[in-house]
């Protein structure tokens, strides 16, 4: 085909490939100005997202500090994709006289055989040029095996280059934003996840789910006397206990890609006005949200294709002593069709769960001269050594002072930072107060040993010498989320004692506590044996 003809078809292809930030529509320039189709020095840009839900907003083919609001909303919402995702950009051949309905799989078709195709990865900002192009349509075609884990391959779409910017102007340097969508049907985030988390701090939680309104709702229609029909879609959270839901503190927003969100409105039961119903069962724990008719109408007549619903809880005092220093929370999606169909529900796998990490302190017991690992000492914590020594401890829901023991406990590989890394082991003398308030102000905390390990079996069981002073422990002015304190213990007996130790001070009534009561009875009975011969004298 002769340039003329290549011109004509560049001025009347709409592009409709699901390509930029949701299906790119081009509207090519309809007046007599044609674009200069003796450059061949064009270049397409490709910006690589990562999305949770499918986009419906045509692209521009602009670069990004030009693009419309609605399109930098819509890149926001999502997130940049990593290096080394690949794409293949084909050119299609100049004889192929493309239409408006012409698909990818026609152009692949009806390639131009002396143009070699290009097959580029992402950078470490998600982007590729492809430089040094002719006029022309290309296909993009993006590589299945480098598509990150978790997410859908983006659609093979036809490229005009050039793209009009409008009836007067064509843009020789194309920028597209294909997009990854996630393949789960529900996400949950922790909006802050590298936050340090203690007992009475708020955790706010994201849901980010999908939602297909032409399954939930049915239109009315007169021609057939078919009435509207509502399917139904429940989300639910069983929270973790160590979590209190905050009442009142759900929002939900209906998911319009490049455009703006459908606020929901919220109640806790049924009634006109209502979208979602939020309800929460404190036993067992349960929160749930519900979409109402109402609601299912609301997102389908914003063309939504999400639901984002964020919500708060406080930590509770039951985390102190969990023994574990973070709180997992996952999610379910529960749906079915106006048809009255039942979906399969979709649960978050417990590796997406997402965490909030808490402040800890882990105890590391060992024996002061083999280094052994000693189970079954019991320890309460203060925030002030003088606290420690009034016996005014840290306390759980209850009210009663938070005790740990350290025991046997198993670590798994996503807690080890060993090099190389090892499957699961299992370690003794560990225990752990999580849940601390460290602050600028607080970073030292107190512990009581109130129960000395001991070893062996009865009659031959011995007790280790008990640490009566409070044991200090200092996160420091850094406030990592984790510290380690070993504390050492040691046997009356063993010659490594610290002198300050050798006193019978143990956890219970040990055999040498009645050697040293025997020893001031028998000194006592001596002094008044000789007073008593004095006297007779």
Known sequence: MKKGKILKKISALFLTAALALAPMTSALATNNFLPDYTKDDCSITVHKYLSNVEPTIAGSGLAPADLSAAEQAALTAATAAGKDIQFTLSKVDSDYELKDDTTVAQALSNLDSSF???????????????????????????????????????????????????????????HVYPK??????????????????????????????????????????TATSTPEAFGSYKITDTLDSRLDYTAG??????????????TMNVGTAAASGIDVICTYNSTPRVLTWTLTDEGIKKLAAANATGLEITFETTINNSAYGAGSNEIKNGGKLEWEN????????????????????????IIDKVDGTSGAKLNGARFKIALTAEDAKDGIFLTDENGDDVI???????????????????????????????GLQVTGTQTKFYLAEITAPTVGTAPNEKEY????????????????????????????????????????????TGTVLFYVIGTIIMLGCAVAFVKSRKAKA
Not at 120 to 148: C, R, W
Not at 181 to 189: A, C, G, Q, S
Not at 249 to 262: C, D, K, P
């Open 249 to 262: 503190s759900s929002t939900v927003e209906g998911v319009v890609s490049g455009g703006t969100n459908v």
């Open 404 to 434: 740990v023991t350290t025991a046997k406990h198993i670590i798994t590989p996503e807690d080890l930072t060993v090099i190389p890394p090892v499957d699961e082991v299992s370690v003794n003398g560990w225990a752990m107060f999580a």
């Open 116 to 174: 070699t195709p290009v097959t580029k990865p992402t950078d470490d900002n998600g982007e590729i040029v492809f430089n040094n192009l002719p006029v022309g349509y290309y296909v993009l075609q993006e590589i299945a095996a480098t598509v990150p884990a978790g997410y859908e391959k983006s659609p093979d779409v036809i490229i005009a280059v050039p793209y009009a910017v409008d009836d007067n102007a064509w843009n020789y340097n194309v």
């Open 338 to 361: 106006s048809e009255g169909t039942t979906q399969t529900p979709y649960e978050i796998d417990e590796k997406d769960k997402p965490v909030a990490k808490l402040y800890n302190l």
């Open 465 to 508: 010498v008990r640490n009566m002073d409070p044991i200090e422990v200092d996160f420091g002015a850094t406030t990592t989320l984790s510290k380690t304190a070993t504390i050492n213990n040691f046997l009356p007996e063993d010659p490594n004692i610290p002198s300050k130790w050798k006193l019978p001070l143990t956890g219970g």
């Open 180 to 221: 990854n969508v996630t393949d789960k049907e529900l996400i949950k985030e922790n909006v802050t996840p590298g936050k340090g988390y203690a007992v009475d701090d708020t955790v706010e939680w994201k849901f980010s789910s999908k939602v297909n309104t032409s399954e939930l709702y049915t239109a009315e229609d």
